[in-house]
């Protein structure tokens, strides 16, 4: 796999790992302060996911993204 594709799959499983992360941060909770951070943090991974699904879209678009044995 290139190494631009690489980076782009290490940063889809950073997003699904802040997502699981701010999902059981908020259960877990004890105050408002905790809320807000992981309000935050779910928004971000959202956002982050986004980016990098739309850009592995465009390489895949490109011919840069063949299959993960490349």
């Known amino acids: 796999m290139k190494p631009c594709n690489r980076n782009i ?3 889809l499983q950073l997003t699904d790992e802040m997502i699981e992360l701010a999902k059981i941060g908020d259960a877990e909770r004890e105050d ?5 951070l992981y309000g935050v943090l779910l928004d971000s991974g959202y956002k982050l996911r986004r980016l990098a699904e739309k850009e592995k879209e465009n390489h895949i678009k490109k011919g840069w993204w063949k299959n993960n044995f490349e």
């Not at 408002?32 to 807000?36: E, K, L, M, P, V």
């Open 9 to 11: 799959e290490r940063t």
């Open 32 to 36: 408002t302060g905790c809320g807000i």
